[in-house]
């Protein structure tokens, strides 16, 4: 049930009228609990076991750790609940590709091992419902949260649906307190939630998918025959369509919930106006790298030890966030990209100089490096990544060339979103969206449904997400 289909346009309009008509907070929020299970239902049935097994083990733990006093006792409910999480995602998400570097690995020793194909369906969303539901048991641990959540409230947090498959992931200092007082839709936060989902559908249906997206699935499926400048629009087509792509899914996430009265925070804070690596990671899938810092980065020592224990803590919690994104050393390799960047940068600053870059040539940099770096992230295995990486720097006139209307519309579209995250990149959108006069926000609303109805007849993309 994706946001961008008649399907969710039918489920959310019949929550937000049984979530107005139902009278106590109690039941809005078992309608709530309801409606997530039926939304993830809609993508594979049984895997809602996973969810419901997620949050129950999580909860009773939870529970256990703030009535114990002993500190041995409450690791060791904290490392079941590491475990039970941890061995969950392990199986449904590593498991075949653990089992193929196994195989692989016994063959280079000699050894023929061939075990019977172990076809696991990756269920959607368990990246993101598994570290938002350790985040509170870690939180619980560490003494962040004092008192438990009734488990109907804690389930509610683990599955509400504007945000389950694909973020923001949530954390339970946020979200729970919002849970204590009755909603109640108000005009003013339903007019801005529909607004935000109205540009975060523009952002999926016209930039992402009907502009930059079959550029890219065109280069990267077949790149050895096109010529460079296609290889470079391609290249920086997928800069635009990974943005536009997530930051569509989290405007439309933050914008239904918006309607429900419940307020996420922002994912993305225009993130290619960065002027450094840090810089982007504080305004890329902002939910995402805030987790891996709290409860990654600074577990590990963050930079509390020597210069040396610090990058490679750096190096460790990149790794670990590329393959996050998936089971393949191509995320491996993205991750450990931006480990290094991250540690350079912090060498870097250990030396000082007078020269430096203005700030548009430090966010032409980060923007031109994070772009390459996407190539990894986007290709299928090593070879295509060399393959783009000799078409981008080799110059070919002689192959396969673009349609220039779509060339121009693709680099005209990545022009102007750096434009327009330059001038937004000291903002937050939702903030300046309500400063903005009503025939402006009439206009760009009226626009950006007319563009998305128009570009919805062509092929339907899944947010690239969801595989996550």
């Not at 097994?53 to 703030?66: E, F, G, K, N, Q």
């Amino acid at each position: 049930m994706q946001f961008n289909s008649l399907t969710f346009l039918t489920f959310f309009v019949i929550v937000l009228v049984l979530y107005q008509w139902l009278p106590t907070w109690n039941a809005q929020k078992r309608l709530l609990l309801v409606a997530s299970y039926i939304f993830y239902a809609a993508w594979n049935p049984p895997f809602v076991l996973l969810l419901l097994l997620s949050t129950l083990v999580d909860w009773h733990l939870a529970r256990h750790i703030l009535a114990s006093q002993i500190l041995s006792r409450r690791r060791i409910l904290l490392t079941l609940s590491l475990l039970c999480n941890l061995g969950i995602l392990g199986v449904f998400k590593y498991g075949n590709f653990l089992l193929d570097q196994f195989i692989s690995v016994a063959h280079l020793i000699g050894l023929s091992y061939q075990p019977p194909q172990w076809d696991i369906i990756l269920p959607v969303g368990i990246s993101f419902y598994t570290f938002q539901s350790l985040s509170y048991t870690l939180d619980v641990y560490r003494g962040n949260i004092r008192r438990s959540a009734s488990l109907l409230d804690f389930s509610v947090f683990i599955s509400f649906f504007p945000q389950l498959v694909a973020g923001p992931i949530v954390r339970a200092n946020h979200f729970l307190p919002q849970l204590e007082s009755p909603k109640r839709i108000e005009v003013s936060s339903l007019g801005l939630g529909l607004a935000l989902l109205i540009f975060g559908l523009f952002q999926k249906v016209v930039l992402a998918d009907a502009i930059f997206a079959p550029i890219v699935n065109l280069v990267y499926a077949q790149p050895k025959v096109f010529d460079t400048f296609s290889v470079w629009a391609a290249v920086l087509a997928f800069s635009g369509q990974i943005f536009y792509d997530f930051s569509g899914y989290s405007l439309c996430a933050i914008g239904v919930a918006l309607c429900l009265g419940f307020h996420i925070p922002d994912n993305f804070r225009s993130p290619y106006a960065a002027n450094s690596f840090s810089d982007f990671w504080r305004r890329w899938h902002i939910s995402l790298s805030s987790w891996l810092r709290d409860y990654l980065y600074i577990s590990l020592g963050g930079n509390r030890n020597s210069v040396f224990r610090t990058y490679c803590n750096l190096m460790i919690t990149m790794l670990i966030g590329g393959f996050w994104h998936g089971a393949s050393w191509m995320f491996v390799l993205w991750g450990g990209l931006h480990g290094a960047y991250l540690c350079f940068e912090k060498w870097g600053a250990r030396f000082q100089t007078r020269i430096r870059l203005p700030l548009l040539g430090q966010m032409f940099v980060v923007f031109l490096i994070t772009t390459l770096t996407w190539i990894p992230f986007r290709a299928s295995d090593l070879s295509s990544v060399m393959m783009i990486m000799e078409r981008l720097f080799v110059f070919t006139n002689d192959y396969q060339s673009l349609d220039e209307n779509e060339l121009f519309l693709c680099l005209a579209a990545i022009g102007g979103t750096l434009v327009w995250h330059y001038s937004q990149r000291d903002f937050v959108f939702e903030e300046r969206l309500i400063a903005w006069n009503w025939d402006r926000i009439a206009f760009m609303l009226g626009a950006s449904m007319i563009a998305s109805f128009l570009a919805s007849g062509g092929d339907e993309h899944a947010f690239i997400y969801f595989q996550f």
